[in-house]
């Protein structure tokens, strides 16, 4: 029996998914440079750090600027990727950490989302990709560029736990040394604990598992 003619339209969303794919790539090698070399070092807790604090307006004095710290250009960087299924939190945890409110409503995010924030020491990007199922796929190239992963989970979605356990253990296989932080999110919604179905044990040290 002769094979079975792949439809245009699957053909279009296959063409599609890849080009989207091809320039999220493009475009985080542009953001953050090829090849980067993890700076973790397990002493050193950097997102414990000082926010930076602009000076009030009548603080401000030319003659301090000599004494000043660095530019945030000068500033080292860290790069924080933020993956988890499809409306585990991500984009809203972004908003929440520049300070803006959280949005009404699922908006899924149809490739990438990022927030810079300055601290004393450090600039911080963190990088959200989208949760979809044909997103997900992107996910394994970027977790070796980053310093840190925090991976989202929705407490209250009990039905796709086991496929938020199976991704981020593809993501864990892909790069075994990267820190990770798994963020219980949406707990007010859920019944019961969280991190024994994600697959990892609240008691191992050195991989952090924050909560909300
Ligand atoms: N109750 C509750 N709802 C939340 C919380 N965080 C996010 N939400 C809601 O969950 C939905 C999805 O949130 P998003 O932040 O868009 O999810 P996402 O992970 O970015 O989703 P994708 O971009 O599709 O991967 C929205 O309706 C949010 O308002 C939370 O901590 N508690
Ligand atoms: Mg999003």
Redesign the pocket.
Same mark, same amino acid.
């Given at each position: 029996m002769a094979p079975r003619q792949l439809s245009p339209l699957v053909l279009a969303l296959g063409g599609a998914a890849a080009v989207l794919g091809s320039v999220l790539f493009i475009l985080w090698k542009t953001y953050f440079g090829r090849g980067r070399e993890r700076r973790w070092d397990g002493g050193e807790a950097w997102w414990g750090a000082e926010p930076a604090r602009l000076p009030e307006w009548d603080e401000w004095d030319p003659e301090d600027e000599e004494n000043e710290e660095p530019a945030l250009e000068e500033l080292e960087q860290r790069e924080v990727l933020v993956l988890?299924l499809?409306?585990? /939190?991500? +984009?809203?945890f972004l908003r929440v950490l520049a300070g803006k409110p959280?949005?009404e409503?699922?908006?899924?995010?149809w490739g990438f989302n990022s927030v810079r924030l300055p601290t004393k020491d450090f600039e911080v990007d963190l990088l959200?990709i /989208?949760? +979809?199922q044909n997103l997900r796929f992107y996910w394994k190239e970027f977790v070796n560029e980053v310093d840190v992963l925090v991976f989202?989970v929705d407490s209250a979605d009990r039905l796709r736990l086991p496929w938020a356990r199976q991704e981020l253990h593809k993501l864990l296989d892909k790069d075994p040394d990267l820190p990770v932080v798994v963020v219980a999110?949406?707990q007010?919604?859920a019944v019961g604990g969280w991190l024994r179905p994600v697959g990892l044990d609240p008691q191992v040290p050195g991989r952090g598992q924050g909560a909300?």
């Open positions: 988890g499809d409306g585990s /939190g991500k +984009s809203t959280p949005l409503g699922h908006i899924p995010t959200e /989208g949760g +979809s989202m999110n949406k007010v919604r909300q």
